[in-house]
């Protein structure tokens, strides 16, 4: 079955949302399991696999150069200087309960926005994809600028709630209720799988 949409899960990934040895993000991962981000994202996944709509994965990944790196703010010094989220270091991987079959591409990106520096936009096109659904870690930042890209690009734009987290309840609140409604449909994870099904 083919369906002419994509479901785009943004940086499930250890160092994000994992609490123990890899956690990068201690207040994002504890939002994450909090509100029980990967169990929903995951019963989302397996009915969108079987719907036929189009799986992208998204992860923050960078070579042993940091020079693929494009966000230069003085925020992302970090990295580098720890040597953190190398593409085969364990805190870059996706989560197992998330982890991508062998037919779903995953773009590496090296900034917030998974478009830019990336063939995402390409791959989307070249599918004949105008629907994307997005959801993933963190609401405020890659969710956002990955709604905002979309939305700028010509693609219809659906953002699922409860597969998302941020740092605080907060954050996430204001993301959903105030900024993510002006680029894209706000829906839940039952909507959406209604919609797909």
Not at 115 to 128: A, D, P, Y
Request: some cysteine; glycine content about 6%.
């Amino acid at each position: 079955m083919v369906n002419p949409s994509a479901l785009l899960l943004v940086d499930y990934q250890v160092a994000l949302c994992e609490e123990g040895e890899y956690t990068r993000l201690p207040a994002l991962a504890a939002q994450v399991r909090e509100r029980e981000v990967i169990a929903t994202a995951s019963t989302v996944l397996d009915a969108a696999r079987s719907a036929g709509v189009f799986i992208v994965h998204v992860r923050l990944a960078f070579d042993p150069t940091y020079e693929l790196r494009t966000n230069r703010t003085p925020r992302w010094d970090a990295y580098p200087a720890d040597r953190a989220m190398l593409a085969d270091s364990p805190g870059a991987q996706i989560v197992e309960q998330l982890a991508p079959l062998a037919t779903e591409p995953v773009v590496i990106k090296g900034c917030v926005d998974p478009f830019i520096g990336t063939s995402l936009t390409e791959m989307l096109i070249g599918n004949g994809i105008r629907n994307i659904a997005i959801a993933g870690v963190a609401t405020n930042l890659a969710v956002e600028s990955a709604v905002r890209h979309a939305g700028d690009s010509g693609f219809v734009v659906t953002v699922i709630e409860d597969m998302c987290a941020s740092f605080s309840p907060d954050a996430h609140t204001f993301s959903v209720g105030t900024i993510l409604p002006m680029f894209a449909n706000v829906t839940s994870s039952a909507d959406y799988l209604a919609s797909i099904r």
